[in-house]
């Protein structure tokens, strides 16, 4: 799956994406309306803006990382030039290291400098680049998923917004036990996809079960991790989601899974250190079936979902 992985330190160089939450990035305009886009796969959810005076369009994307992500080519053809500021972005062993760059920033609802971050290569075909709800400059984002229902009703998680320069938070947060799992959403993928340190936290609180043999999906930005189904006996409700199994990220493909096998021969990339642990989770088209709609309410800080629960 995609995401972060708390590192609890600041470094002047190398700004983990998930580290020191407490400091914020100055754009905010988050009294200035609402943003309705399409949330199928194939929806029209881009925006336009100029940097540097340039245009740029962006495709709002309701995944991990509270950033304004350009395309490599973007970043080329703008001109941006790295400063000393990166972002590390972990998805289990694999490290993605951004350079980042601030320019002038012109969009509907703000005009200002702006940080943008890029990798070695192109994020995404659609746009020049991806940008997170938290860092949009309006109060309420909705995705529109379908027609109204009977029955439908809100429910939310709390939001974590954007944090230091732009690149943590974007994400909701679940408690299971004692611990938070942060939980986005991939409008590019049909099934729910969890980091090992969920699927070992899920195996104790929910019991399941492995089934299948482990094959390769994409994760998040290019990076392919081996995954295996993980059944649950009990479903794991996210604001009233109800997720009956996950892909579980693991050591390589083609593992096979057994009935007596011991979970930490199967999830081996689980950290054994609580503190380390990248509790992570990623909702898929399926577990948005029910619904009309979901929305980031930058103002309330809440990650809500209008659908009918059963």
Not at 52 to 75: E, T
Not at 87 to 105: D, F, K, N
Not at 106 to 112: L, P
Not at 270 to 288: F, K, S
């Amino acid at each position: 799956m995609s995401v972060f992985r708390v590192m609890g330190i600041c470094l002047p160089a190398m700004i983990f994406l998930s580290s020191c939450a407490g400091v914020q990035e100055s754009v905010r305009n988050w009294d200035a309306g609402f943003l309705s886009v399409e949330g199928g796969a194939d929806g029209e959810r881009e925006v336009e803006v100029t940097v540097d005076g340039q245009p740029v369009k962006f495709l709002v994307d309701p995944g991990f990382g509270a950033m304004r992500l350009l395309n490599n080519s973007a970043a080329q053809q703008i001109g941006l030039r790295p400063s000393a500021i990166a972002g590390g972005y972990e998805i289990g062993p694999v490290m993605l290291t951004s350079r980042s760059s601030t320019a002038q920033l012109d969009s509907e609802n703000y005009t200002g400098p702006a940080r943008f971050h890029w990798f070695g290569q192109d994020v995404t075909t659609r746009a020049d680049g991806l940008i997170s709800p938290v860092v949009l400059p309006y109060g309420t984002i909705r995705f529109e998923l379908g027609p109204s229902q009977i029955g439908e009703e809100i429910r939310s998680l709390p939001l974590e917004g954007s944090g230091i320069y732009g690149v943590s938070g974007g994400y909701g947060k679940l408690l299971v036990r004692d611990d938070i799992i942060r939980v986005a959403i991939d409008l590019n993928v049909e099934d729910a996809v969890a980091s090992a340190d969920v699927g070992a936290l899920l195996r104790e609180t929910n019991g399941g079960r492995f089934v299948g043999v482990s094959e390769e999906r994409e994760i998040r930005y290019g990076v392919v991790r081996p995954v295996l189904r993980l059944v649950l006996d009990n479903p794991l409700i996210v604001a009233g989601l109800r997720v009956e199994w996950v892909f579980v990220e693991v050591e390589r493909a083609g593992m096979l899974a057994q009935e007596d096998s011991d979970p930490e021969t199967i999830i081996v990339t689980a950290r054994t250190n609580r503190n380390d642990r990248d509790y992570r989770l990623t909702l898929g088209q399926a577990q948005l079936r029910s619904c009309t709609f979901f929305e980031f309410n930058n103002q309330a800080s809440l990650l809500s979902f209008n659908c009918t629960f059963g």
